[in-house]
């Protein structure tokens, strides 16, 4: 399957870069098991799922990872900060003139913060901060809003690029769980009182969310590393959703990529797992765990856009993305949303796929 396969156009316009007044106002494009769809608001999710079905949802939290600074030149530096090792060492993307090499040191405000260049690691440079670097963060960073936004972070996206469930001890993402933004507590709660359950997973997302595919051949591509962490609790509850004949409904590529890799560390049966996943879902793949997948529209070429399209088809969801063009829909993390139902049931789910 080639990359040119997942190709769509899409007029800058729709791209949301800000988020809409509430939550829960986005549209809702359903796609069926048919592959027929379906215009919708996103609060008719209350008419779509049924009692005894489970949510699951990605706990993780937007760290303030984006860091501005200066070399010992003067010359100015950007840090995002994509996963720490310990409390003052992390791995970091950085933007400079040229690349900084092992021993170079950076600085962070009014050089309050020293940042010593260790070494590189593919393509992520090792730095080591001279005070804790959630302390830093804190004090001097910026949300690492998506770059399509073509803007600064703002006030708004303090609040709007983190879930209202976010876990704070699970701060550690540079990227939101984007499909989970559109659930207010309000709806959450009226979820709640029709007999939809909820349970979480935690999947760190990183900046590799948003780089391209660049192999002609998507089998060639390789996936970024990413921590996840699916718990026996959530496990229990998925297994007791599926033996009572309910549907588990996850919510996001996260939330999916964290499940699905944590059957695929079982040789396709659930069981809790922690670890790193680079797992690359794309058509052919034969889902384990998730049996519905709610999401938003993604970036053309993009290993998302294959997930979604491994839930229904190429085409389906390819068809239903020019839908969604014709009527307007807001596309990326500030946007609209989809409802996918997988396209055929299988009773036996794939079990070569790398983790």
């Given amino acids: 399957m080639q990359l040119s396969d997942f190709n769509f156009d899409l007029p800058d316009e729709l791209i949301a870069r800000y988020p809409l007044n509430e939550r829960s106002a986005s549209r809702l494009l359903h796609l069926d098991a048919s592959g027929a769809y379906h215009d919708r608001v996103f609060t008719d999710i209350l008419d779509l799922l049924h009692p005894g079905d489970l949510l699951v949802l990605n706990d993780t939290k937007v760290m303030k990872a984006r860091l501005k600074g ?15 090792q310990d409390r003052f060492i992390a791995h970091c993307h950085i933007k400079s003139s040229n690349s900084p090499k092992a021993g170079a040191k950076l600085y962070i405000g009014d050089a309050d913060v020293q940042v010593t260049v260790q070494g590189r690691q593919d ?8 005070a804790p670097i959630l302390d830093v963060l804190d004090q001097y960073g910026q949300l690492p809003i998506p770059p399509y ?15 209202v469930f976010n876990d704070p001890s699970k701060l550690a993402s540079v990227a939101a769980p984007t499909a989970s933004l559109h659930f ?22 990183g900046a590799g969310t948003f780089l391209p595919v ?27 959703t599926k033996a009572t004949g309910n549907q588990v409904i996850s919510v996001g590529t996260t939330a999916t990529r964290a499940v699905e890799s944590a059957a695929q560390a079982h040789g396709g049966e ?28 993604h970036l053309p070429e993009s290993t998302l856009l294959m997930l979604v399209s491994a839930v229904s088809d190429r085409q389906s969801i390819l068809s239903a993305y020019e839908h969604a063009v014709k009527e307007k ?14 396209k055929r049931a299988s009773t036996e789910c794939s079990t070569t796929g790398s983790i």
């Fill in 123 to 130: 393509n992520l440079y090792i730095v080591e901060f001279s």
């Fill in 70 to 84: 200066k070399r010992e030149t003067g010359g100015a530096i950007e840090i995002l900060v994509e996963r720490m």
């Fill in 184 to 205: 207010d507590q309000k709806l959450l709660d009226q979820l709640a009182e029709k007999g939809i359950q909820t349970t979480f997973v935690t999947l760190h997302v």
């Fill in 270 to 297: 659930l069981k809790a797992w922690t670890g790193d996943t680079q797992i690359f879902i794309y058509p052919g793949y034969t889902f384990c765990v998730v049996d519905r997948l709610i999401t938003n529209f």
């Fill in 214 to 240: 660049r192999t002609d051949d998507i089998a060639h591509h390789i996936m970024h590393s990413e921590w996840c962490d699916v718990p026996e609790s959530t496990v229990q509850r998925i297994l007791h």
């Fill in 329 to 342: 829909y807001r596309f990326f993390s500030y946007g609209d949303a989809m409802l996918i139902d997988q």
């Fill in 149 to 163: 936004f073509n803007r600064e972070a703002e006030d708004i996206d303090t609040e709007r690029y983190q879930t």
